[in-house]
Structures are given as C-alpha cells and as structure tokens.
C-alpha cells in the first residue's frame, strides 16, 4: 500500500509539473528571468500582510494563503498588477540563498511604498525605478535566510492556478465588488455586472480589485463578466441571487 501511495504521488507531481511548464508559453512576452530584489514583512506567521492595496482582507480566507508579496511602484502598476502571479528565485547571494536554488510561487496582493527619504540602494527598496519584492516573511525564507534583509532574486510571471471559481464580495460600503481568486494571468483589466434586465453595466476600479457600480441593484440577481489583462473573459451568470446580502461572497466560473 505504501509503495502504491508513493506512485500515485509521483504520478501527481509529474502530471502538474507537466502542466504548469506547459503552460509558461503564454507569457511570450516574459519568457525568461528577470533582475529584482526581494525583502520581507508582516511577521514570520505572515499577520502583518493582511488586508493590502489590493483589497483582499484575510488573504488566507481569499486563498492566498502566506504566498504573498507587495510590489514596488514599477510593478505594482497603480493597482493593475493585483492578482498577478510571480515565479521568484534568490540569486547571486550565495551566503544568504537556500541551497537548492528553489523557487517559491506568490500572488501579488500589496504595494510597497516609495521612501524617498533614502536612497534607493539603502533602505529606499521600493523607489523608483526599482523593481522590487517584499514578500511575506514565510514565503521568502523558503529561498533565502531571513537574516539577510535583503537579496537579489530572479523573477518571471506564471499563471496563477486557484481552487474553485472567481470569488465576488459584495462589499457594505457604496456599491462596491471585490474580485478575488483570479486565475489565468490574474490581473483584471475589465469588470461588468448585469441585474435582471438591466443589460451588461461597466464597473470601475475603485482601488486595488474593489470594482465600483454606480447603479442601484438591490433585489435583482447579479451576473459578472470578468476580462483579464491578455483579454480573456469569463462570464458567471447568474452567480448571486435576488435576495443577496451586503457583505456575502459569491463563487462563479474561474478561468481554465
């Protein structure tokens, strides 16, 4: 029995790995390493990176988890960068990396502000035009020892691969939706919602994944038409009910 659990894990592992360097053709436009550095925050249980630019909140009830990281203002692209995900390696800091030249997967979910009161190779990590990483304290201890602050690292984007369907939360404050637990290339450039009737109503990006709709749909059923940064859609008809509530998650179609 043991020795059929361990094929079986074997099988697993090969079949994704199949998969996902299958999958890294889609992102022509980075198809090789590129140069960053990488620091921590938040606590080595990770509590401090909760909530964020992004908008997510409890990044483990999202499904981000501790593979999480904030982007400097380069990357972080005024918001547009959230829900991307980045493939990150230490490189070229021998005494600080972990051996094995490991590589870690994180989501985008925070930003990480400039301080211009520093130089930019001194404490000024996320100036511009720095391109720059601050991970949760977890994810960067699995390529590089925490002592070290600071390390120079290899990045690329990835797919993001997520469990279960595009989650919409239904937001108490003004008519605001926030999208998580994107997959695909993650970002989102674009977000529609349709009540009964109503026809398909534009949204605007009201900070980080918080989409805003100036239309009052109260009492209607919700559809959501989700495109992403290579312009892809998925459509989720139907995914809230007319008796809604402010504040309640809704899981639609996820993007294959």
Known sequence: MDRFMALSALLVTLVSLRYYQGSQSQYSSEPSWNHAHATFYGGSDATGTMGGACGYGDLYSQGYGTNSTALSTVLFENGTACGRCYEIKCSNANQWCNPG????????????????????DNGGWCNVPRKHFDMSQPVFSKIAYWRAGIVPVLYRRVPCYKQGGINFTINPWFNLVLVSNVGGVGDISAVSVEGYG?????????????????????????SFQVTTGDGKQVTSHDVAPSDWQFGQTFSGNQFS
Request: with cysteine; aromatic share 8%.
């Open 101 to 120: 030249n490991l590589s870690v997967l994180v989501t985008a979910t925070n930003f990480c502000p400039p301080n211009d009161s520093l130089p930019n």
């Open 198 to 222: 109503t026809g398909w109503i534009s949204m605007k990006r009201n900070w980080g994944q918080n989409w805003e709709c100036d239309t009052v749909l109260v009492g209607q059923s919700l």
